[in-house]
């Protein structure tokens, strides 16, 4: 017994799936959402400003890839996520305690600042939940285009 199928619909169907590179981005911006929300839900909260910025932009997007950079641009964001002075996590802070002026005109001696990790932990934590968004946007995607 032969069975023979006529797959002449599903190759049209599957030409239909060509995503643009626009469409990739917005697959990709699904996921760069929810790491966007972990990063906010897990930053240091002093002022504000670190939270403000954390953002993702499209640094590359072609047929081959897609590279973002997400996290925040805030100065100190690099010093919270791994610390400054003798709390520094490669070692390699100042040893010797500082002076600075605060905002009010006081000064403030310190050591450092203990590492605050917002952006590794995301990462880490979220990557379940990263590509379950790009997943479920791609395959919202590819039922659009298979109607």
Same mark, same amino acid.
Not at 6 to 19: C, M, P, R
Not at 68 to 85: F, K, L, N, R
């Given at each position: %017994?032969?069975?023979?199928? *006529?797959?002449?619909?599903?190759?049209?169907?599957?030409?239909?799936?060509?995503?643009?590179?626009?469409?990739?981005?917005? $697959?990709?911006?699904?996921? +760069?959402?929810?790491?966007?929300?972990? %990063? !906010?839900?897990? +930053?240091? &909260? /002093?002022?504000?400003?670190?939270?403000?910025?954390?953002?993702?932009?499209?640094?590359? @997007?072609?047929?081959?890839? $897609?590279?973002? /950079?997400?996290?925040?641009? +805030?100065?100190? @964001?690099? #010093?919270?996520?791994?610390?400054?002075?003798?709390? @520094?996590?490669?070692?390699?802070? &100042?040893?010797?305690?500082?002076? #600075?002026? !605060?905002? *009010?005109?006081?000064?403030?001696?310190?050591?450092?600042?203990?590492?605050?990790?917002?952006?590794?932990?995301?990462? &880490?934590?979220? #990557? !379940?939940?990263? $590509?379950? +968004?790009?997943?479920?946007?791609?395959?919202? &995607?590819?039922?659009?285009?298979?109607?």
């Amino acid at each position: %017994m032969t069975i023979i199928f *006529d797959t002449k619909e599903i190759e049209k169907k599957l030409s239909l799936l060509n995503f643009s590179i626009s469409e990739f981005s917005q $697959i990709e911006q699904a996921g +760069a959402e929810v790491l966007k929300t972990g %990063m !906010r839900q897990r +930053a240091p &909260r /002093d002022t504000g400003e670190l939270i403000e910025k954390i953002q993702s932009h499209i640094v590359e @997007a072609s047929n081959e890839k $897609i590279e973002d /950079d997400i996290g925040s641009d +805030a100065p100190h @964001a690099v #010093y919270q996520e791994y610390g400054t002075g003798i709390y @520094a996590e490669n070692g390699q802070g &100042r040893k010797t305690p500082w002076v #600075y002026k !605060r905002k *009010d005109g006081g000064f403030i001696t310190t050591s450092g600042n203990r590492p605050h990790p917002f952006i590794r932990p995301t990462v &880490r934590e979220d #990557y !379940r939940k990263t $590509i379950d +968004a790009m997943q479920k946007e791609f395959s919202g &995607r590819v039922n659009n285009k298979w109607k």
